[in-house]
């Protein structure tokens, strides 16, 4: 009967593995630039709050797959085994609607999840929330010292936007090497 | 040799000896014990008890050795990349205690839950405090590397359940092997071979059977019928050969039905013979139209003739073996499973699907 052989997902460890990498690269820079913290503290919070949006992703398909309808179920499998979706699903109206909503869960989430690295990990918190009347330099000090929350997620919008675009960059690359080949 | 010999117990027995009775050699020594108990303490004949003195002994010989394995990679760390693999080593270890013994093997579960487990072990002496016991730790880096531990060992669950779950499906639509996974982003490259095609052979051979079933000995006119019906109602056919096979599953190794039937569509298509003295050719085509690379997936058929001969009953043979093409848009690489391939198939153009009109 069928082929009896293990097919182990090393290629998607891989690519996950170096998207991962780079996002945390730019992200530590991002917020190295933002918030002036020390070059190890920023790796290690955008290495987790990275990895905290990865787990949550892969849980929500993994417990969600069971559930799914057939077609949809045919879809996932297409894009898995084939990069290719086919059934009912229109891909040029579902693609970018699901990457957009990606970015904002994905926004949404590791914003929380920093709040909460802040709170546990609280003696090196990045921001040191000043005093207001403690900043006397500029509009631009006050600001970043005066609304740490909203600032942070200014800076995590920032960082979301550079390390979404070199994953995208890097997709299209594959893509197209793919297409050549 | 004597001396290389004596040297060579000298160091062994210098390593394993124990040097103090707290060490993780008298772990090791008391595992062998439990497990020497162990053997003695079998009796085969006896009736089976629930808990058998044997079952306890060969726990506690279990639980020895992760101790003696756990103790013996705390003292001398085995490092890759600065990171201590020891608590992964101990970890497997206690999911083969746990999942993968005798009478219940579990290694889907042992696998899923090891990086867990291993985490748990690495994590456990970091919240131990010689003052206050059990405390949750105060350094800032302990808790961002515990954090961070946790959640790269969530991650190598995801992958491990995410691997799990690709299998599934494969077991599940057995169809997709026929398909190239070359393009793919999570798996590996890998050659077709003949067993891939495995389920649109099987699905073809049914077909030929239920062909031959249904018109051996019959009239020009009753084979005729079938044929049309066949063509009409595509879907009656279908499920009549789906049926017969997840039957003959069910019933031999009792495993579950496929659950690709409806990614493949069964074509009878009847055309001019090519064949000397046939009156009919027939061409049984089972196509997958699942999950695919290309919009047209992979096919596989077989051609059978129909020959009335001077009783006016039809006799069916199918000479020529099975074809599987992978590409239908390029008739190049119709492929022959199995050794004879010295016969060359002459593969007419296969753009005209619309085969000779019956009747």
Known sequence: MPPFELVLPLRAIVLQALFLTVAVAIEAAVFERQFGMSKSGCVIYSFAINLVSTVFGWSLFLGLEPFLPEDWRMAAMSFVFFNQVFGNLDISVIAPVLAFCTFLGTLFLELQAMNFFIRIWSPSSPPQQHDTTQVKFDRLTRYRSSETSRYRSNALLKANGYSYGAILLMLLVLQRANFIN | ?359
């Not at chain 2, 099975?322 to 153009?349: C, K, L, M, R, Y």
Request: with cysteine.
């Open chain 2, 1 to 359: 040799m004597k001396t290389l010999l004596q040297s060579f117990w000298q160091s062994l027995w210098g390593m394993l000896r124990p040097t103090s009775f707290y060490s993780w050699q008298t772990s090791l020594w008391m595992s062998l014990l439990a497990w020497l108990l162990a053997q003695a303490a079998r009796a085969p004949e006896q009736v089976k008890a629930p808990i058998s003195v044997h079952d306890i002994l060969t726990s506690f010989s279990w639980m020895f050795l992760i101790l003696a394995v756990g103790w013996l990679t705390a003292e001398q760390p085995v490092k890759l990349l600065g990171q201590n693999l020891g608590p992964w080593i101990t970890g497997s270890l206690v999911c083969l205690f746990l999942f993968v013994r005798g009478d219940y093997v579990l290694p889907k579960v042992a696998l899923m839950t090891w990086p867990m487990i291993s985490a748990a072990i690495a994590a456990f002496p970091e919240f131990i405090d010689i003052e206050r016991g059990f405390a949750i730790p105060s350094k800032l880096r302990v808790r961002q590397n515990l954090c961070i531990m946790l959640l790269a060992n969530l991650l190598l669950t995801s992958w491990i359940t995410f691997g799990f779950r690709i299998n599934d499906w494969l077991v599940d639509y057995p169809g997709i092997w026929g398909e190239g996974f070359n393009s793919s982003y999570f798996i590996m490259q890998r050659s077709r071979e003949d067993r891939d095609f495995a389920r649109g052979r099987n699905i073809v051979q049914e077909m030929e059977q239920q062909l031959k079933q249904n018109t051996t000995f019959k009239t020009q006119s009753e084979v005729e019928r079938w044929l049309l019906d066949n063509q009409n109602d595509p879907l009656i056919f279908r499920d009549s050969v789906m049926n017969t096979l997840a039957n003959r599953r069910t019933t031999g190794d009792r495993l579950p039905r496929f659950q690709d039937d409806s990614f493949w569509q069964l074509e009878t298509l009847v055309s001019e013979p090519t064949y000397n003295n046939a009156d009919y050719q027939v061409e049984l085509r089972a196509r997958w139209i699942g999950p695919r690379v290309k919009e047209a997936g992979h096919m596989v058929k077989h051609t059978c003739i129909i020959d009335f001969g001077s009783s006016k009953r039809a006799s069916i043979n199918c000479p020529g073996s099975i074809i599987v093409v992978t590409n239908p848009n390029d008739p190049d690489s119709a492929i022959i499973p199995g050794a004879e391939q010295e016969e060359v198939i002459e593969e007419e153009v296969i753009e005209d699907l619309e085969a000779a009109p019956l009747l």
